[in-house]
Structures are given as C-alpha cells and as structure tokens.
C-alpha cells in the first residue's frame, strides 16, 4: 500500500440479528475534488485483501471506498464454518442495507453510491438497485453471477428438486464434489480466475497463513438460494426498475459463470451498456495491469458522466458477444456447478 494512502485497520459492524461483518474503509490522504464515495461488492468466496491491490488504484485517483466480507465468509459472521451457505439472498440484501444505512449515519451523508460489483456481488447488488432505489447513483458490474444454470432441464424443475432436496435435509450438505474445495491448495497452472501469477500467489499465501479466512464449496441451500435469486432477476419488469446507469464488463474468457442471459438483461434496464475485454478471466480486478486498468477507466468515465454531466458520454472498446452451453446429462448431475465454486 501506497505511504500517501491512509487505510484503516479491521473493523466489524453489528447487525441486527447479532451477525457481524468485517469491513475496510481506504480514504485518500489528499483530494482536489470530493468524489462519490466506492461500495465494492465482492464475489463468493472473496475476502477484503483480495481487492487491496486493486483499490490502491483506485484510491490514486481520489475515491473513497467502503468494502466487507459477506455474511457466512472472511472474518464476517461464518454460518456453518468453511461451507458456502445462505438462507436466502433477502439476508444478503438486507445486509447490504443496514451497512449502507451505517455509512451514511457515520458521515452524516446521504448522496449516492457508486457501486463496483463483481459476480455474486454484482447479483445482489442489482437486487439491491431494484429494491431500493435512489441509494445507488451508478453501477459498475464486473464478470456478474447473474446466472449460475447451465444444463438442458426447464429451470423450474432443477429449482423444485433443490427446494425437495433442502426439504429431506441437505440443505446445510455440500454439493456433489464440493467438499474437499480448497483454493489455497489450488495451482496456478490451468486456474480458472486470472492470468496473474503474482496476485494469484500472493493470495494463495495469504490464505494458507490464515487458513481462518478460507471458505470452502456450496451447499445444496446455497445452490437452491441462489437459483430462486435468478428466478426473481428474471422476473419480467424486474430489473426495469433500475434507472440509474449500469455498464456490464464480461470476462472474455469466464469460466465460472453463466453469461448466455447478459445481453438480454443488459437491454431491459433503460442505461445499461456492455462489454467484453477478450481472453480476460473471471476475477478482472486481480488480472494482468492492463485489464485492471480497463476497469479503472471506466470507473473514471462512469463517474464523470454521471456526476459531473459531460455531454455525448458513450463507452469505448465495446465487443459484443452471446455464449452457447451444450452440457450433457451426465455433467448436469456431476459438475451442475463448477468445482472451485468461486463466485
């Protein structure tokens, strides 16, 4: 970290069931202008330091950002210790409020968030937009679990034999070969996340020397919360509930999530624009420089549109595309969602 950056140290917020989540916030030492301050939504899985480096970028340009572990991962309340467990993403939107709500109690400010979201924080936050409207100004969703639902059978009955299979009691079991998911214990070599092998050490260390803040595979509950989440984002007039802007960056080379529904829900919300950057992978803020910087500007750009109202705005370096899956019944079954379960 930078010595011109102050960043505070751990801190934890109550909720109101008694649950706590672990928070950062990073201001910059000097700024010229005030800017809108940062909520960074992070992806199943994800941890505070994972983002550190690339919130060191954007400290550099001015921002304030505010960032937690979800509930049930890093050093925020854990559920059932290093299983991916929700009850329902109602509990992860309702956290995300009451956070807000400590925010803008804090500093006695109530203007909008910008909010950077990447995979299922992208999920909940769109949730989040279309739920409370007004808290958000504008959105930056990157590599977005807006699906999870790859196979051939009508998406009805795959949630109905998840709610049966929670019902009978596997709701807090782990999925079919989730169990021994490790990601500290995970090569580089053929990796799923990025294509930098410096960051991709460095957290592979972090987590090894504090195996306190590894999460593990998902849960039957955590798989049924999520395909209920979908079905509830794909309700139609959803999402055209959110007006504020939102540009979408796809990882061109995703191998975790869902992407075929992106294009189609980027055009039922009224500003929304897209984009691919090729052969980039799932976890975009920790790739190569270059990638990371794509994304630096166009928090830049966003911003600038939005909040300071410059004229003909309109998104560089756009590539559309749309993604097929042909996945058998056998991988269905075996490998319904990817192993390293990283979202």
């Not at 950062?24 to 939504?41: E, F």
């Not at 079919?176 to 090569?187: E, T």
């Not at 109202?309 to 559309?320: A, R």
Request: glycine share 6%.
């Amino acid at each position: 970290m930078q010595n011109n950056l102050k960043q505070s140290a751990n801190q934890f917020f109550q909720l109101e069931d008694g649950a706590r989540l672990r928070y950062k916030t990073w201001r910059p030492a000097k700024s010229q202008v005030t800017l809108p301050r940062i909520i960074l939504l992070l992806g199943r899985g994800s941890i505070i330091e994972e983002v550190e480096h690339f919130v060191t970028k954007i400290l550099a340009e001015g921002y304030e950002v505010w960032c937690f572990d979800w509930r049930g991962q890093g050093l925020s309340t854990r559920i059932l210790g290093q299983k991916g467990y929700i009850d329902s993403y109602e509990t992860y939107i309702d956290d995300l409020e009451q956070f807000l709500n400590f925010i803008t109690l804090n500093q006695s400010d109530s203007s909008p968030f910008v909010m950077v979201a990447h995979s299922m924080g992208s999920h909940i936050g769109l949730r989040y937009c279309a739920q409370h409207p007004g808290r958000i100004g504008a959105a930056l969703l990157i590599a977005p679990m807006l699906d999870i639902y790859k196979g051939h059978f009508p998406r009805n009955i795959v949630v109905n034999f998840f709610k049966l299979l929670c019902m009978c009691g596997l709701s807090k079991h782990y999925f079919i070969n989730n169990k021994n998911h490790n990601p500290a214990l995970a090569p580089f070599l053929n990796n799923k996340l990025t294509r930098n092998l410096q960051v991709y050490n460095e957290m592979r260390q972090i987590l090894i020397n504090y195996p306190e803040l590894v999460l593990g595979g998902v849960t039957y509950g955590w798989i049924y919360a999520t395909l209920k989440s979908v079905q509830i984002l794909f309700q139609p007039d959803y999402l055209k509930k959110i007006t504020i802007p939102v540009h979408i960056i796809e990882a061109g080379n995703e191998r975790i999530v869902n992407n075929i529904s992106l294009n189609r829900i980027c055009n039922t919300m009224d500003q929304c624009s897209f984009e691919v950057i090729p052969e980039a992978s799932h976890q975009l803020m920790s790739e190569l420089p270059e990638v990371q910087n794509r994304i630096l500007s166009v928090l830049n750009e966003l911003v600038e549109s939005i909040f300071y109202m410059v004229p003909n705005y309109s998104f560089q370096e756009k590539e559309y595309s749309t993604y097929r899956f042909t996945d058998s019944i056998k991988r269905i079954v075996k490998k319904f969602l990817w192993n390293d379960a990283h979202f």
